[in-house]
T-cell receptor, first 114, second 119 residues
Framework: DTEVTQTPKHLVMGMTNKKSLKCEQH?????MYWYKQKAKKPPELMFV???????INESVPSRFSPECPNSSLLNLHLHALQPEDSALYLC?????????????FGSGTQLSVL | AQKITQTQPGMFVQEKEAVTLDCTYD???????LFWYKQPSSGEMIFLIY??????QNATEGRYSLNFQKARKSANLVISASQLGDSAMYFC????????????????FGTGTRLQVTL
């Protein structure tokens, strides 16, 4: 299994809703990532988990709350989002957190905040 | 400061021709990795090729090759024998740091080049 699976593929939510994005991999990877990608822009790093511990938080607003319950699972909890948070949210994993490790990406969750 | 620069917002190439996508980078870290990813309109990020800062030879993966010029800090992607399915956005990315250096590692992307393959 060489896949990173993200659910849901599409999500529409209101500004007062609470929702969660889910990411799963069964490749034994110990580093997992959340990226945000606006239309026609490159992906921007949000969070990095290494061995289930948060190692990078790129000054992301607190309305985004990551969670890594185990080495295979990564969640992104969303609360009180703004319309400008509408974007493609990409999850990725790599074997380790090293400069020579390639990232395996999921197909993303397209989020629309109304 | 921009660490990865892709100066070609869009490129056209005819089917079966070769095309070069430019990428320059900036780092003072001796240990880094350079990556190219393809993103079709469907949205998934597809890994194409990797070049490590200590690699002596240019990386190749099938029709993809990386022209690595370390002194010029460039890592251009060459796609040979272009196919219609190569039409996509192409991102150059760099990764520094990580376990061996004691600092967490980030993969940072350039702004991308949209490649269109024509008949």
């Amino acid at each position: 299994d060489t896949e990173v699976t993200q659910t849901p593929k599409h999500l529409v939510m209101g500004m007062t809703n609470k929702k969660s994005l889910k990411c799963e991999q069964h490749m034994g990877h110990r580093a997992m990532y959340w990226y945000k990608q606006k239309a026609k822009k490159p992906p921007e790093l949000m969070f990095v988990y290494s061995y289930e511990k948060l190692s990078i938080n790129e000054s992301v607003p607190s309305r985004f709350s990551p969670e890594c319950p185990n080495s295979s699972l990564l969640n992104l909890h969303l609360h009180a989002l703004q319309p400008e948070d509408s974007a493609l949210y990409l999850c990725a994993s790599s074997p380790e957190d090293g400069f020579n490790e390639k990232l395996f990406f999921g197909s993303g969750t397209q989020l629309s905040v109304l | 400061a921009q660490k990865i620069t892709q100066t070609q917002p869009g490129m056209f190439v005819q089917e079966k021709e070769a095309v070069t996508l430019d990428c320059t980078y900036d780092t003072s870290d001796p240990s880094y990795g350079l990556f190219w990813y393809k993103q079709p309109s469907s949205g998934e990020m597809i890994f194409l090729i990797y070049q490590g800062s200590y690699d002596q030879q240019n990386a190749t993966e099938g029709r993809y090759s990386l022209n690595f010029q370390k002194a010029r800090k460039s890592a251009n992607l060459v796609i040979s024998a272009s196919q219609l399915g190569d039409s996509a956005m192409y991102f150059c990315a760099m990764r520094e740091g990580g376990l061996r250096t004691g600092t967490a590692s980030k993969l940072t992307f350039g702004t991308g080049t949209r490649l269109q393959v024509t008949l």
